[in-house]
């Protein structure tokens, strides 16, 4: 998996747009494992 796409989900959900926050949420849960997607996933726990 490349990093580009953990990079922009990660500022998705900081930057605090709802509609961003979502977007990056949803790709955390169709989009395979990996250490990215564990902390991208971890900090989406924050908002959920």
Do not use: H, T
């Amino acid at each position: 998996m490349k990093a580009a796409p953990i990079a922009r989900m990660q500022r998705y959900l900081e930057s605090g747009d709802p509609i961003l926050m979502a977007e990056a949420i949803a790709w955390v849960q169709i989009n395979p494992g990996g250490a990215g997607r564990a902390r991208i996933y971890r900090y989406s726990r924050l908002w959920c």
